[in-house]
């Protein structure tokens, strides 16, 4: 790995090296806080968790092959060659940070409340036209996720897409550090994480840390010009943002939006006095404006419109966020991974564009602080006013969803259950052969289950 030897690792985290006059000048070959996945000649970080402690396992990564091992405790790594640190977390933040700089490739930075891992996809997929992409793979975008993400990059990667996760002030300062984007998008600011960021003023002052971070030189910053906190960005830095939505006043803009119910929607895309027909593959004018995103970002990386058509018609979906299942009996879509407000009607609203009978199963979100009861009313208020045949309602908090549907729509086919497991029995009750079944609730809610019972 360009540049990890002992010496600057422990340069980079502030570090003292014990035991190294052997290994000095030797790059480590990856950097794992995973005992099991030790491999000849890694660095190995013990983090400490709620089960374990990694430094337990010192003495046998080292005896499985690693060139050497950060500790916060001398005594876990006596005789053999170790970093003595206060923290190994902060740690692992600063040398990431160092090996990001050292590689010097382009780095596109994703935030936001819906859509980050979308939108990371949709951009990568585009970039991949033209580059070779490292891209953050699963839910890898927190204060540990993003430097063990980083160090997946090597020097065969033409540009990395990195996407950044918090719920909390100061973390996105953090994260922006460690990445140094040379561009940042921010998707939105919506009501998530509101048990600690309070309201989407505090959401917004969140997300908008990592501006501090974003390559003062020549950096971009591209944003969601329909958000009513991002619109008012003046300026980065001095430079004024690429703005993208549905608004011919923007730089990167669509038109001529047509739904084509599950085959996804077909658009006409502006990127400032070019444009092209492309069809978004996934539903939902959420979708279309990610494809709006990775316009953008792919035109500032220099893709033509040949490549950025390509790439947002590539997309494909993951499992858990509006993965769409045929089964014998169903078409599913899986969107169970995560929930809020902000994308439980971005969910809901794709129903209205397809023809056949459609379900939505609907369950509990988290992390709404004080007025989560109101946020699922607000969702319950929205879900009625939908084309929907039929609402199946999960969950303690999820009742102020039920009752804001039955106020909306009396006559709804309506459908409540305290939990997953008294209603998975009654589903092929519930259903009828060829319905359209939405899953959507947040992940504590394990509606994973619900998509297994479907299947």
């Known amino acids: 790995m360009k540049n990890l030897t002992p010496e600057n690792i422990a340069k980079a985290c502030g570090g003292t090296m014990v035991n190294c006059e052997n290994i000095l000048g030797r790059e480590v070959t990856a950097v794992t806080t995973d005992s099991r996945k030790v491999t000849e000649g890694c660095l190995y970080i013990p983090m400490k968790g709620a089960k374990f402690n990694g430094h337990d396992f010192i003495p046998q990564v080292m005896e499985g092959g690693a060139l050497l091992t950060l500790t916060e405790k001398d005594e876990a790594a006596e005789g053999y060659p170790y970093i003595k640190v206060k923290r190994t977390d902060i740690a692992i933040q ?86 140094r984007p040379n561009t940042m998008v921010i998707t939105n600011i919506g009501t998530c994480h509101l048990e600690f960021l309070k309201d989407r003023d505090g959401v917004f002052e969140a997300k908008t840390e990592c501006f501090e971070y974003v390559d003062f030189e020549n950096g971009t910053v591209v944003l969601n010009g329909e958000d009513d906190k991002l619109c008012r960005v003046d300026q980065v830095h001095g430079r004024a943002p690429i703005f993208y939505g549905m608004d011919p006043g923007m730089r990167v803009y669509a038109e001529n939006i047509q739904p084509l119910g599950l085959k996804g929607t077909a658009c006409t895309i502006n990127i400032d006095d070019r444009y092209f027909d492309v069809t978004v593959p996934i539903p939902g004018r959420h979708m279309v404006m990610n494809a709006l995103a990775g316009a953008a970002v792919g035109s500032l990386y220099g893709l033509t419109d040949e490549e950025i058509k390509a790439g947002i018609e590539s997309l494909e979906t993951l499992g858990g966020r509006f993965n769409i299942v045929e089964t014998e009996k169903y078409t599913i879509i899986d969107d169970c991974y995560n929930a809020n407000p902000m994308s439980m009607k971005a969910s809901l609203g794709v129903l209205n564009d397809v023809e056949e009978r459609c379900v939505a199963i609907l369950g509990d979100m988290g992390e709404l602080g004080e007025n989560e009861a109101a946020l699922h009313r607000e969702v319950g208020e929205y879900a009625g006013e939908q084309n929907i045949d039929e609402y199946i309602v999960v969950g303690k908090l999820s009742e102020n969803i039920s009752e804001a549907i039955r106020e909306v729509k009396p006559e709804a086919d309506l459908h409540t259950f305290e939990t997953v497991e008294e209603l998975i029995p009654a589903l092929d009750a519930l259903l009828k052969e060829g319905d359209i079944v939405l899953v959507k609730a947040s992940h504590f809610m394990r509606f994973d289950r619900i998509v297994e019972a479907l299947k």
Do not use: C, W
Request: aromatic content about 6%; proline content about 2%; glycine content about 10%.
């Open 94 to 179: 600063r040398i990431a940070e160092f090996y990001r700089v050292e590689l010097g490739i382009p780095v596109v930075g994703i935030t936001g409340s819906v859509g980050k891992t979308s939108t990371k996809e949709m951009i990568a997929a585009v970039l991949s036209q033209k580059y070779n992409v490292l891209k953050t793979a699963g839910n890898f975008n927190n204060n540990l996720g993003l430097p063990l993400t980083i160090f997946r990059i090597t020097e065969e990667h033409e540009i990395a897409v990195l996407e950044m996760g918090i719920s909390h002030f100061g973390e996105m300062t953090d994260l922006a550090r460690t990445a």
